[in-house]
């Protein structure tokens, strides 16, 4: 089955400064790879999405991109906030059952 | 749009007791909602999927007896955590599956529901 790798585990950048998060999978019938925000006691928030048929998206000071011969897609945060900070989890849909298959998270720390 | 709900945001039982988790999408009907459990600092666990109408499908490991899900309605699904104990004691998210969703599984997801079991 799929399996999606992501690291870091902790990102510690400075306010301003640009954050980077990267994730892997293994299954090449995945077509749908989203990321989270999850702020503490909240639950996930979609921040931005990437379909196999594209290999970049950007939205404001986010962007994703997807690389399918490699099997990997990355998150990145430019002009980085303190309101950024947060766990940000990426995940890939195999499609077949419309299952999302979780990356561990990235705790996302901005400093000051 | 696309908005899930969660009754209650937090609930607190003591051992032996059932509790109830609602999840309500608010404006679109959801073919399909999904069940989580979340431990701190970890990421997402799937316990279950299930569909309107259908019994729900549970993930190894997961008591179907023990969790019980209704998805009654296109927009609403019940988690029922049946003789709650301790080690019951998470964070429980669902989410949902928009219908008519075509072939990319975007999902929305609800606040969670904080369970602690005395």
Not at chain 1, 71 to 88: C, G, N, R
Not at chain 2, 6 to 14: F, L, M, N, R
Request: proline share 5%.
């Amino acid at each position: 089955g799929e399996n999606v790798e992501q690291h870091p585990s902790t990102l510690s950048v400075q306010e301003g400064d640009s954050a980077v998060i990267k994730c892997t999978y293994s299954d090449s019938a995945s077509n749908y790879f989203p990321w989270y925000k999850q702020e503490l006691g909240k639950g996930p928030q979609l921040i931005i999405d990437i379909r196999s048929n594209v290999g970049e998206k950007k939205d404001q000071r986010i962007a994703v991109t997807l690389n399918k011969t490699a099997k990997h897609f990355s998150l990145h945060i430019t002009e980085t906030q303190p309101e950024d900070s947060a766990v940000y989890f990426c995940a890939a849909s195999p499609g077949s059952n419309y299952q999302l298959i979780w990356g561990a998270g990235t705790k996302l720390i901005i400093k000051p | 749009g696309a908005v899930v709900s969660q009754h209650p945001s937090w609930v607190i039982c003591k051992s032996g007791t059932s509790v109830k988790i609602e999840c309500r999408s608010l404006d679109f009907q959801a073919t399909t909602m999904f069940w989580y459990r979340q431990f701190p600092k970890q990421s997402l666990m799937l316990m279950a999927t299930s569909n309107e109408g259908s019994k729900a499908t549970y993930e190894q490991g997961v008591e179907k007896d023990k969790f019980l899900i209704n998805h009654a309605s296109l927009t609403l699904s019940t988690l029922t955590v049946t003789s709650a104990h301790p080690e019951d004691s998470s964070f429980y998210i669902c989410s949902a599956r928009a219908v008519g969703g075509g072939p990319y599984n975007e999902q929305f997801f609800g606040p969670g529901t904080r369970l602690t079991v005395l």
